[in-house]
């Protein structure tokens, strides 16, 4: 790999892991790369099973010292400060995320401002998380205590890592928890970033550590150990299964945010002027490499041609390019996520292609850049129809009736989100509640990232819930103090 003349000046050093609150390198690093271009822009960490064990050992220390033993609104106002540090540092966060990841720079700019969100929303949140007093038998009092797990380990993918880590790390800490954060080797940079932050703000040493490395490595050796009471893990559903056969060795919780296929269905009667950015922009955001991706879109019969020429319309205007030109795409996360893209579409039946985007030239002939595809024809059992791609694709789907488009919707093993677009409000309703999905948005899709609104699947897409005040209970456990008294 190549060095990036192009890289934005780090304030830190991306080899150095937080472990107990002291930065520290690893005796073998790993490279990162900007996939706009294929170059090096640094390196981070290799971190191995020894340095978990030494975080889970500074978390338990954490655990039992000024950590500890803050009061619920002293951690509030610790969040506080590091959301307002992450505000005012949101510029920089953005720039490091544009490179990282790949993606255009509004978008990293929106997760910035999303990290900066969470930080605030369960700063406020944690002195309001209360426990119950229970009416029960003569003589006695009854009361619930909401507790911390006490170590909890997050394992977040490299597609969204500033909101990922906000959603997940700030509700922990929120609760008192001591995390250990293990990035993906892919994208680390903004999650060591939001760490020195912290630290800065006053997070006392070991309540947040830092661990980078391989998932096989760093990453198993997180989910395996006993010293972990709660994991939470974003990630595929393959590496999920590994993740909760882990905490089921050890007997502890987990919250499994894994993948999708989530559906757009469009009735007859749906304003489309409304509705088409949203159909589009839900399949091409991030380059499709996201979970909630709005990936299949069901249409009602009289509609489907239509729907399908206006986003045809659309995707031939789309355009991609380095992630810091900040056009409609930037480049994938990898080159093998482009191969496993671009073998997906090799599945694509003949005239199956409706529309697709176009590579800018002064794309860089090292960048893993795809041009977004629509796709009309194959069924709903096709693979192109059922699997999840992860990338830049869409499939358009007609259906006949509202019976048909709830079993096409229904019809993969996923359920993570589902949008409804229809004028008629007794048609939401009742769809909304047969929609097997953790959040169904009625002429809308993703309601603008919703930090404040409990995300979650069924099936593959995993279960528990994160983000909203919910999250706070996941990381959190019930303790029933029942008292007798005469
Ligand atoms: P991945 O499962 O390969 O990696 C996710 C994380 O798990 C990384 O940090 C990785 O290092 C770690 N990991 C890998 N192998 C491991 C192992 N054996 N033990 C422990 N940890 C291990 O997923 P990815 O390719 O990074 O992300 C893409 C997937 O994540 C997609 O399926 C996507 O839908 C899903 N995702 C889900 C959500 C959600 O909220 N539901 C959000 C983002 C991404």
New binding site residues.
């Given amino acids: 790999m190549r060095r990036d003349p192009d890289l934005p000046q780090l304030w830190f050093d991306p080899a150095e892991m937080l472990i107990g609150g002291r930065w520290r390198p690893a005796s073998q690093t790993l490279p990162v790369e900007d996939p706009s271009t294929g170059f090096e822009i640094g390196r981070i960490a290799r971190g191995r099973a020894g340095d978990i064990a030494e975080a889970v050992a500074a978390a338990e220390a954490a655990r039992a010292g000024d950590w500890g033993r803050m009061t619920a609104t002293e951690r509030g106002r610790v969040l506080a400060r590091i959301g307002r540090m992450v505000r005012e540092r949101a510029e920089d966060l953005a720039l490091i995320e544009t490179t990282d990841v790949g993606k255009p720079l509004t978008q990293a700019r929106a997760d910035a401002q999303a990290l900066a969100r969470y930080m605030e929303f369960y700063a406020g949140a944690a002195d309001k998380v209360m426990g119950e007093t229970i009416p029960y038998l003569d003589g006695y009092t009854v009361y619930t205590l909401r507790e911390p797990h006490g170590v909890t380990g997050h ?6 890592p500033m909101q ?1 880590v906000g959603r997940s790390v700030g509700a922990a800490l929120a609760m008192g928890n001591a995390c250990i954060l ?5 994208a680390s940079l903004t999650a060591l970033a939001f760490a020195r932050i912290a630290c800065e703000a006053g997070l006392p040493a070991g309540a947040l550590n830092v661990v980078t490395g ?3 490595e760093a ?2 050796a ?2 395996c150990h006993p010293g972990v009471q709660h994991l939470s ?8 299964r ?2 909760q056969a882990a905490a089921a060795l050890n007997v502890v919780p987990v919250t499994l ?4 296929k989530s559906p757009q269905l469009v009735f007859a009667d749906a304003d489309l002027d409304a509705a088409l950015p949203f159909l589009v922009n839900a399949g091409i955001q991030n380059a499709g ?4 991706a709005g990936s299949r879109i069901l249409v009602e019969r009289p509609r489907y041609d239509e729907v399908v020429s206006r986003m045809a319309e659309r995707y031939a205007k789309l355009r991609v390019g380095p992630a810091r030109d900040d056009l409609d795409l930037g480049p994938l996360i990898s080159a093998r996520q482009r191969e496993i893209v671009e073998g997906f579409l090799a599945m694509a039946p003949e005239g199956a292609v409706s529309a697709q985007g176009r590579i800018v030239a002064a794309a860089p002939a090292g960048g893993h850049y795809l041009a977004p595809t629509l796709l009309a024809g194959p069924g709903p059992d096709h693979p192109l129809a059922q699997d ?1 791609i ?1 990338g830049p694709v869409q499939i358009v789907i007609p259906f006949a009736d509202e019976g048909e488009a709830v079993a096409i919707a229904n019809g993969t093993g996923y359920g ?1 989100v589902a949008s409804i677009w229809t004028e008629s409000g007794a048609r939401q309703m009742r769809l909304a509640k047969r929609m097997r999905a953790g959040q169904v948005f009625l002429n809308n899709y993703g309601a603008g990232g919703g930090v404040e609104l409990p ?3 069924v099936g593959k ?2 279960h528990g819930r ?1 983000k909203g005040f919910e999250a706070l209970y996941g990381f959190s456990v019930t303790k029933t103090v029942a008292a007798r008294h005469g």
């Fill in positions: 394992i977040v993918p490299w597609n969204y990922i293990k990035p993906a080797e892919e391989l998932g096989e990453g198993a997180l989910s893990f974003t990630g595929s559903v393959a590496v999920g590994l993740i945010e894994l993948g999708g490499q996201t979970c909630s999840e992860f993570l995300f979650g699947g897409s995993g994160e």
